[in-house]
């Protein structure tokens, strides 16, 4: 099993954050897109009365509304005050540094270029930051195609859930392109991210097929695959254990497991039950990491727990 894996501070903070707000509030609670992109903890929030919908307008007005992990755009803010929702924003921070690095670079008259998979919520949330500023960049041909006018200043961010290689490909072509193009201090793909990837490429060498615990929707576990497919060794996503196909496992002796950010430990756990049940007795952690990263809850949770107290 590959370290770290699983849940991270993000994913952590905005399941917590609906869990409290039922709570707080009773149900329904009404979510804006899925939470975290899981099915099963999308589902199992659902049977605690939380009710997701695609559009702050499918909402009734006067209820409470959790924005998911993945950011929404200004607008989608104004629509829910329209509304006179009671608004809770669970996204994660280090999301919200990436709008805010696009609002700034936007308000300083830069193109911004956002390095992301177009239709993904985060990348729509972001572009909604500064619409008429932002590029959209999925690519290196996006990045070898992108026509701007001369004296263009320039500024690139990404999407925090890529592959860190492809989208350090990406960031090297467009300095190739453009010498003066501007970037984050850091870079914006998150820690758990690039830690889950670095996992993966720690293992390859000693397993012949690695399985992905995931959503088929969740970018960082597609990521994961894409690592693994790259280096040769063949992986699949499973969205839990009733997924696993035994013919993948011909003439396979050891099999790396992880699972992407959104992802319960418990259902990690259930592959390993399934491996168990098929005769696998040696079945452990491969150079175990902990991750010790930590986000407090949205501040509208926290003043409305302190007023009910």
């Not at 559009?55 to 509304?65: L, R």
């Not at 011909?250 to 430990?265: C, K, L, Q, W």
């Not at 756990?269 to 049940?277: H, K, M, N, Q, T």
Request: glycine share 6%.
């Amino acid at each position: 099993m590959a370290s770290p894996r699983g849940y991270c501070a993000g994913v952590e903070r905005a399941v917590d954050t609906v869990e409290r707000a039922l709570q707080l509030y009773g149900k329904p609670v009404y979510v804006r897109k899925q939470i975290v992109h899981n099915s099963h903890v999308v589902r199992e929030l659902e049977e605690r009365g939380a009710v997701f919908v695609d559009s702050v307008d499918e909402i009734p007005e006067g209820s409470t509304v959790v924005f998911s992990a993945h950011g929404v755009a200004p607008a989608v803010r104004d629509a829910a005050d329209a509304r006179q929702l009671t608004s809770i924003d669970a996204t994660c921070p280090l999301v919200t540094k990436v709008h805010t690095q696009a609002r700034r670079y936007a308000e300083a008259g830069y193109t911004v270029v956002l390095i992301g998979h177009a239709g993904h919520e985060e990348v729509e949330g972001t572009t909604g930051e500064a619409p008429e500023a932002t590029v959209l960049v999925e690519s290196v041909a996006d990045a070898e195609a992108l026509e701007l006018p001369a004296g263009t200043r320039l500024a690139y961010i990404t999407q925090t859930t890529l592959s860190v290689d492809e989208t350090r490909e990406i960031i090297d072509e467009l300095r190739r392109r453009f010498p003066q193009i501007e970037g984050p201090a850091r870079e914006d793909i998150c820690y758990a991210t690039s830690n889950r990837q670095w996992a993966v490429k720690e293992l390859l060498a000693e397993v012949g097929l690695l399985l992905v615990v995931g959503s088929r929707n969740s970018s960082n576990s597609v990521r994961l695959v894409e690592v693994s497919s790259a280096a040769g060794v063949p992986a699949y996503l499973v969205d839990d254990a009733s997924e696993i196909d035994e013919a993948w496992l011909d003439g396979v002796e050891v099999v790396g497991v992880t699972s992407g950010a959104s992802v319960p430990e418990r259902l990690v756990r259930e592959v390993c039950d399934w491996f168990r049940a098929h005769g696998v007795t040696d079945i452990g952690e491969y150079r175990s990491v902990f991750e010790d990263v930590v986000f407090k809850l949205p501040v509208e949770l926290r003043r409305a727990e302190r007023s009910a107290a």
